[in-house]
Nanobody, 114 residues
Framework: QVQLVESGGGLVQPGGSLRLSCASSGSIFNIYAMGWYRQAPGKQRELVASITSGSGTNYADSVKGRFTISKDNSRNTVYLQMNSLQPEDTAVYYC????????WGQGTQVTVSS
């Protein structure tokens, strides 16, 4: 299976923005869907956003209007643009191939704090 590597996390103030990248070692063109998940300390992992091979998107209610998932098939990369970040968005963010046995990235830390 493909290997996924996330990047772009960091420390940002409330109201700030970050763009996360998920680079795949192989083609993502024919993958049914890919998604971004997050896990905050002491909480379960949750799906934040997903994108299908046809570029259809879905978002968790908590991030609608603030986050945008996109992909660049030529670069085998999925992105998560995060705007108007809030402290509640603080978590480790993971990229995932949404399929049985799909690959997971190692995660990238996003901390929103003043």
């Amino acid at each position: 299976q493909v290997q996924l590597v996330e990047s772009g996390g960091g420390l940002v103030q409330p109201g700030g923005s970050l763009r996360l990248s998920c680079a795949s070692s192989g083609s993502i063109f024919n993958i049914y869907a890919m998604g971004w998940y997050r896990q905050a300390p002491g909480k379960q992992r949750e799906l934040v956003a997903s994108i299908t091979s046809g570029s259809g998107t879905n978002y968790a209610d908590s991030v609608k209007g603030r986050f945008t998932i996109s992909k660049d098939n030529s670069r085998n990369t999925v992105y998560l643009q995060m705007n108007s970040l809030q402290p509640e968005d603080t978590a480790v963010y993971y990229c995932h191939v949404i399929d049985r046995g799909g690959a997971w990235g190692q995660g990238t830390q996003v901390t929103v704090s003043s």
